[in-house]
């Protein structure tokens, strides 16, 4: 082999590496290079971008476990009304208020979990029943078996199970753990086989992968959950199997006028909602990648790249995206994580999710602070090696145009705020919906949103990089209507003035502004939502 055609040594290679690294980084725009120059001994970024939902079970409701896991992280609380009654969840509710007695905070926002409408079993008269591998019987849709089910006839509560069966197709149950293939079809059952060995008790979910059911978008104890929803101010609803768009239509119709400002965070968690996705990311307000239900309805090598996929789209779209389902699951009985569960919640910050979530790690299990401090330093590491400039500039380049003006500023804000190496990013929002388009190009920079509307401070936490703050001083009386005096004018810039002011010295505070540098304002060119069309740059003093 001639010279010019050797293979550089390991030696020779090391100064070529950092030439490269040197001459693309100096742009961040080099993804491979980015990744390959990553140093696990440095420290990450100081303030975390993602945000971090709890979901809250008798371990840790009350005022002192709230109060906790709040300084561990928690950002939204979620109640899951698959389990619990309405009272139960109202004591939750009023036990974070009571956390905020016992030390004030940032805020935290409540969303609630919808059971959704689902398929289960009946009930098994002898408790249980084991089977084996070959095992044949009959799931039925007569009630009349429903209270004593055995190992020959067990009832299903979905009356159009035959309709949507014929032989050859598969029914999970528990989760996926029972699988059975249908062998015959008959006009109120289906004839089974099962394809492992296991036991079988009472009331347990069904899934019907690859099938399409016709379901309703809710049922009546959702209506009623949703009622409560609104009578207790809650921030966001979490939908369960929502599979159209015309679900969203369905439960926003139902929230109603006093609750049209909740937002409605889209489950999907089976392959309808996959192949409607995007008219569902269309009307809905955020989606939740649900990986439990997923799981069993698509083969499991292929939920990383619905995963993928989704969160891709939702970041295109500028709506939040979180990714949940036993990103953590160990740790409801060991004080670690698995080295698999870290790299599982790394990796869904690396691929743009705005938020993780902790389910029975935070309800039941016996770590949760621990399981929120772990998500939360995670998180802080993946964040820190984020390619931010390759992500800004495929997103710019395929955000069609014209724009609004709103999101002209959200872009430019950001653009300058990478040309500016600014600390920080302002914006003064009513709605929030600027901190949100701000949030969908994933600025390097921390975004504080100042808002004197404490429900859009709590929504605010669905946005990645989005800090909310509750600007409760009301010195300045805004003129919704008709044309502003030049006295109303002054007074007005007055209190923006005001408040970022005040935003500053909130930054300064978190560590997060110093002096001498630089931070970008959003603001309004007069008062009311939709106005925002100013930017400015400040200089920290």
Known sequence: MSKTNRIPSEKQLAPMFERLVNTYLSNGDNELLSRASEDWKEDPTNI???SIICTIGPKTNSPEALLSLRKSGMNIMRLNFSHGTHEYHASCIENLRKSFDLEPGRPVAVALDTKGPEIRTGM???GEFSFKAGHQMTFTTDEGRKPDGDDKVMYIDYKNLPKVMKPGKFIYIDDGTLIWKVIEVGDNFVKVESQNAGKLSSQKGVNLPNTDVDLPALSEKDKADLAFAVKHNVDMIFASFIRDAANV?????????EGANIKIIS???NHQGLHNFDEILKVTDGIMVARGDLGTEIPPWKVFIAQKSMIARCNIYGKPCICATQMLQSMTSSPRPTRAESTDVANAVLDGADCVMLSAETASGQYPNEAVEIMN??????????CYMPFFNNLRAITPRPLSTEETIALSAVTASLEEHADVIIVLTISGNVARMISKYRPRAPILAITRS??????LH????????????????????GKMTIAEIEAWQNDVDRRVAWAMAQGKEMGLIKPGHVAVAVQGWRTGSGKTNCLRILHCT
């Open 249 to 257: 239509h369905v439960i926003r119709d139902v929230l109603g006028e």
């Open 48 to 50: 975390r971008k993602t």
């Open 377 to 386: 330093r995670i998180c802080l590491e993946a964040e820190s090696t984020f």
């Open 454 to 459: 404490s429900a859009t401070a709590r929504q």
């Open 267 to 269: 489950k999907i968690e």
């Open 124 to 126: 098994v008269k002898a």
């Open 462 to 481: 669905l946005s990645r990089g989005v800090y909310p703050f509750h600007y409760n001083k009301s010195d300045f009386v805004a003129k919704k209507e």
